[in-house]
């Protein structure tokens, strides 16, 4: 497809449980983001990938969360160990330059939600 | 650090009624990007503008305006003669332009969610 792609779209999982969300974004787009949409919160950026390095972790909220990218295209965000406060919208965007020029095009997300 | 503040959390509209979203930000940044997203209730976030802090014309485009005001800080949205498919959370946003690690990293407001009554 032409958009940004995410899957699964719904994951619901046990609390300890490990899980793997996964980013396909727009066939050439360089730049990656993360985000999370949750109702406490909003919407927090996550993690940022230029290529397959990751220049800002920032947002990542624990060392139970990571993510990486491979090839430079598909992106796999991995929650270990979940919380149920880890339940939300996880966001992936992606754009055709790693600088603001370019506006961020985001998938539909994958709900998570944690029993 | 970059904030962004929409302080109406819901907006109701009767159809055709005009309505504006307020929007304003903190950044110490010199240069950014202002931009806004809608998500409708499939829930994906759809761009609708991106502004430079250069530029301070105000921007029209169908139903849709904005205006950027530096002075103040504010980057308002409004809809002009308001139709139901408009409803959705509507989302300000702020990002830095330049370099650094933070390339296109987006600081978002709380949102809006606006209802539109037929």
């Known amino acids: 497809g032409a958009g940004v792609s995410q899957s699964p779209s719904n994951k619901v999982t046990e609390k300890g449980k490990d899980v793997e969300l996964r980013c396909d974004p727009i066939?050439?787009?360089?730049?990656l983001y993360w985000y999370r949409q949750s109702l406490g919160q909003g919407l927090e950026f996550l993690i940022y990938?230029?290529?397959?390095?990751?220049?800002?972790k920032s947002g990542l909220p624990s060392d139970r969360f990571s993510a990486e990218r491979t090839g430079g295209s598909v992106s796999t965000l991995t929650i270990q160990r979940t919380q149920q406060e880890d339940s939300a919208v996880y966001l992936c965007?992606?754009?055709?330059?790693?600088?603001?020029?370019?506006?961020?095009?985001f998938g539909d997300g994958t709900r998570l939600s944690i029993l | 650090a970059q904030k962004v503040t929409q302080a109406q959390t819901e907006i109701s509209v009767v159809e055709k009624e005009d309505v504006t979203l307020d929007c304003v930000y903190e950044?110490?940044?010199?240069?950014?990007?202002l931009f806004w997203y809608k998500q409708p209730p499939s829930g994906e976030l759809v761009f609708l503008i991106r502004?430079?802090?250069?530029?301070?014309q105000n921007e029209i485009s169908g139903r849709y305006s904005w205006n950027f005001q530096k002075s103040t800080s504010s980057f308002n949205f409004t809809i002009t003669a308001s139709q139901v498919v408009d409803s959705a959370v509507y989302f300000c946003?702020?990002?830095?332009?330049?370099?650094?690690?933070?390339?296109?990293?987006?600081?978002f407001g709380q949102g809006t969610i606006l209802t539109v009554h037929p």
């Open positions: 990938f230029q290529g397959n390095s990751a220049p800002d």
């Open positions: 946003a702020l990002s830095p332009l330049g370099g650094g690690t933070s390339y296109g990293k987006l600081t």
């Open positions: 965007a992606s754009s055709l330059l790693p600088n603001s020029n370019q506006p961020q095009h």
């Open positions: 066939s050439g787009h360089t730049a």
């Open positions: 502004r430079n802090s250069f530029d301070e």
């Open positions: 950044t110490r940044d010199t240069t950014y990007y």
